[in-house]
T-cell receptor, first 113, second 116 residues
Framework: DAGVIQSPRHEVTEMGQEVTLRCKPI?????LFWYRQTMMRGLELLIY????????DSGMPEDRFSAKMPNASFSTLKIQPSEPRDSAVYFC???????????FGEGSRLTVL | AQTVTQSQPEMSVQEAETVTLSCTYD???????LFWYKQPPSRQMILVIR??????QNATENRFSVNFQKAAKSFSLKISDSQLGDTAMYFC?????????????FGKGTKLSVKP
């Protein structure tokens, strides 16, 4: 299995630009999670989906952040407009039914100048 | 709310020696899961070991074992025969089963360096 696939691995953009991060979960997994990792705040859950439906988005910092999961094999996290404080590594993870284990992607490192 | 505390920001150990990483957590739940994840320089988070709170037996995975003390809300990770490849950030994580499946709460992490 290819594992959780995220793209891009690195993104450098300027303040005010739109950023879209992509994730392909492991086939057969029914839950998908977006985490953000920074030195100051560690790993924070932004949002998670179960069977493509958003269950908890209380971690999404503000309206500039949005996430979608149009089907079981694809999700996006969008930031519009981006700000320097959004600079972080964004992880996508998926989990199979009935199993607490999360499988993480390699992360997308975002730098907003 | 649940919290996870890792009190050791950094640790180092000599190759082949044993090291223990500490983790404490706070919860009012009686049933939950605990995890240790490893994040090497490649950045990917890798599950090292998991423990179900209802199991009294400490989990073991090869050179990795835990000391789970439910009453003390302590969940330490022991790495035996440390190898250079064990150099990484280690995160302790808590998860309440049920509606928040997969909603892991992570500690701040411990940076482990294995020295030759």
């Amino acid at each position: 299995d290819a594992g959780v696939i995220q793209s891009p691995r690195h993104e450098v953009t300027e303040m005010g630009q739109e950023v879209t991060l992509r994730c392909k979960p492991i086939s057969g997994h029914n839950s998908l999670f977006w985490y953000r990792q920074t030195m100051m705040r560690g790993l924070e859950l932004l949002i998670y989906f179960n069977n493509n439906v958003p269950i908890d988005d209380s971690g999404m910092p503000e309206d500039r952040f949005s996430a979608k999961m149009p089907n079981a094999s694809f999700s996006t996290l969008k930031i519009q407009p981006s700000e320097p404080r959004d600079s972080a590594v964004y992880f996508c993870a998926s989990s199979p039914p009935g199993n607490g284990e999360l499988f993480f992607g390699e992360g997308s490192r975002l730098t907003v100048l | 709310a649940q919290t996870v505390t890792q009190s050791q920001p950094e640790m180092s150990v000599q190759e082949a020696e044993t090291v223990t990483l500490s983790c404490t957590y706070d919860t009012s739940e009686s049933n939950y899961y605990l995890f240790w994840y490893k994040q090497p320089p490649s950045r990917q988070m890798i599950l090292v070991i998991r423990q179900e709170a209802y199991k009294q037996q400490n989990a073991t995975e090869n050179r990795f074992s835990v000391n789970f003390q439910k009453a003390a809300k302590s969940f330490s990770l022991k790495i035996s025969d440390s190898q250079l490849g064990d150099t990484a950030m280690y995160f302790c994580a808590f998860m309440k089963p049920g509606g928040s499946q997969g909603n892991l709460i992570f500690g701040k992490g411990t940076k482990l360096s294995v020295k030759p």
